[in-house]
């Protein structure tokens, strides 16, 4: 209802403004089982309560599009990360723990959640470029798109890559139920042609090159962090 309020308001009080919707590639759950490219025309089948809210938002602001409502476009972005990514989230909360290891803590213990689940990792930076280039562009207005990249690689790929870009080594992997999904989305592989047609848009960030600046994100944070709670000299 959040998100409806904010779009009747919008409508009701800036008719010009362009309203993007960060939906997400939730709203399709396992579609994309059978390994193909999932389309913006596949049909929303969410897995997950937020996948379903997300359609919820997606489905309703599509309505308001052909009603001539509100002008702007939605985005259904597959997975990303980055610097200043939430250590809550999977593959950040893998640099988070092993950044903690590299600032001293002597703890080898990694825990992780499903690593067989495949997904199509993008750099966040190249996200928010994809969403610049429609919101500029005003043949975006009305439609949807994808928003990703082009392997995809099981989850225990990230986890293995940030290990080795940490130089840790004797790190142990442990499952941690928290952390696993019971039901969760086994295979997702995006087309993002119409992005691609419309903008020009391709990523330009290689996922090494991610994963290494996320994980230096977490060692700075961490590192400033014990620098500033240490006593003072006297």
């Given at each position: 209802?959040?998100?409806?309020?904010?779009?009747?308001?919008v409508?009701?009080?800036?008719?010009?403004?362009?309203?993007?919707?960060?939906s997400t590639?939730?709203?399709?759950?396992?579609?994309?089982?059978?390994?193909?490219?999932?389309k913006i025309?596949d049909?929303?089948?969410?897995?997950n309560?937020?996948?379903?809210s997300?359609?919820?938002t997606?489905?309703?602001?599509?309505?308001r599009?052909?009603?001539?409502?509100?002008?702007?476009?939605?985005?259904?972005?597959?997975?990303?990360?980055?610097?200043?990514?939430?250590?809550?989230?999977s593959?950040?909360?893998?640099?988070?723990q092993l950044?903690?290891?590299?600032?001293?803590?002597p703890?080898r213990?990694?825990?992780?959640?499903?690593?067989?689940?495949?997904?199509?990792?993008?750099d966040?930076?190249?996200?928010?470029?994809?969403y610049?280039?429609?919101?500029?562009?005003?043949q975006?207005d009305?439609r949807?798109?994808n928003?990703?990249?082009d392997?995809?690689?099981?989850?225990?790929?990230?986890?293995?890559?940030?290990?080795?870009?940490?130089?840790?080594e004797?790190?142990?992997k442990?499952?941690?139920?928290n952390?696993?999904?019971?039901?969760?989305?086994?295979?997702?592989?995006?087309?993002c042609?119409d992005?691609?047609?419309?903008?020009?848009?391709?990523?330009?960030?290689d996922?090494?090159?991610?994963l290494?600046d996320l994980?230096?994100?977490?060692?700075?944070?961490?590192t400033?962090?014990?620098?500033?709670s240490a006593?003072?000299?006297?």
């Amino acid at each position: 209802m959040g998100s409806a309020n904010l779009i009747q308001a919008v409508a009701d009080n800036q008719p010009e403004c362009k309203f993007m919707f960060c939906s997400t590639s939730e709203v399709y759950g396992n579609v994309g089982a059978d390994r193909r490219k999932i389309k913006i025309t596949d049909m929303i089948m969410p897995a997950n309560p937020y996948g379903a809210s997300k359609a919820a938002t997606d489905l309703y602001l599509q309505e308001r599009f052909r009603s001539k409502k509100i002008r702007g476009f939605i985005t259904r972005a597959f997975s990303h990360t980055g610097p200043r990514r939430g250590r809550t989230f999977s593959i950040s909360s893998d640099a988070f723990q092993l950044a903690k290891m590299v600032a001293g803590d002597p703890n080898r213990k990694l825990l992780v959640g499903n690593l067989k689940t495949v997904r199509v990792v993008l750099d966040v930076r190249d996200t928010i470029k994809a969403y610049y280039l429609l919101m500029i562009n005003d043949q975006s207005d009305g439609r949807i798109f994808n928003v990703c990249g082009d392997i995809p690689r099981d989850m225990g790929y990230y986890t293995d890559t940030l290990i080795a870009l940490s130089g840790l080594e004797n790190v142990v992997k442990e499952v941690c139920p928290n952390f696993y999904r019971p039901i969760d989305i086994h295979y997702q592989h995006g087309d993002c042609n119409d992005l691609v047609l419309l903008t020009g848009w391709k990523p330009t960030y290689d996922i090494s090159t991610t994963l290494g600046d996320l994980l230096a994100y977490w060692v700075k944070k961490l590192t400033r962090r014990e620098d500033q709670s240490a006593p003072s000299k006297p």
